[in-house]
């Protein structure tokens, strides 16, 4: 059987890593570096070995989601998508996203909501298309459309200071083809006809006077 014959501390200070008949065998954190209680001249079988190293994997592997969740708010979609890029073993991800969901850091109606806020602060748009961004998340309609249906917003306002800082791109163009720019703009950024056509025919008026 495989033999522990060294252990040594890795530069982070919160692994170590251990070796095996004179060869590296795996890195452990050390919290359960000291739960095994492995240490020089154990012996070690194949089984045994195996398990260490997907406990070891399993813990490296949250150390650096938990950064990665905690930054923000995050929706499952987005913590599976990392688990790709990470290229994590399918094998970690139920009890990777179990340890976040007590842990209270992935919520879809939390993300959505934090979202919603972020885009009204910083990059206005109409409800179509922040319904259209959160589906593309992976929050379920029924969630995307309770958000927004909470939400207090001025749509027409929103789209009249959209219109304001993009007007002078248009002012040179025929009144038709303006009223047609202005249109398409705030339809690309979600709004409904009725706000589009109120707040067009508005900014038209007070640069037509």
Request: charged letters at 40%; aromatic letters at 8%; proline letters at 2%.
């Amino acid at each position: 059987m495989p033999t522990v014959t060294s252990i040594k501390p890795q530069r982070n200070q919160k692994r170590v890593n251990v070796y095996l008949d004179d060869k590296f065998g795996f890195g452990i954190d050390i919290e359960n570096f000291v739960k095994l209680g492995l240490k020089v001249e154990q012996e070690l079988k194949e089984e045994e070995i195996e398990k260490i190293v997907k406990k070891a994997e399993f813990q490296k592997t949250l150390d650096k989601l938990l950064r990665f969740a905690t930054l923000r708010p995050r929706s499952e979609k987005e913590i599976k998508d990392w688990f790709k890029k990470r290229k994590v073993h399918e094998s970690l991800y139920k009890e990777l996203l179990n340890r976040l969901s007590k842990l209270e850091l992935i919520d879809d109606k939390k993300f959505a909501k934090w979202w919603v806020d972020q885009r009204n602060t910083f990059k206005p748009r109409g409800k179509r298309v922040l319904e259209m961004e959160l589906r593309l998340k992976g929050i379920k309609k029924e969630i995307a459309q309770e958000i927004l249906g909470d939400l207090k917003v001025n749509e027409e306002k929103v789209a009249k200071d959209l219109l304001q800082k993009k007007v002078y791109r248009w002012k040179s163009l025929p009144v038709l083809e303006r009223k047609l720019k202005m249109s398409q703009f705030l339809a690309r950024k979600g709004f409904g006809w009725d706000v589009i056509e109120k707040s067009v025919d508005k900014m038209l008026k007070l640069h037509l006077e």
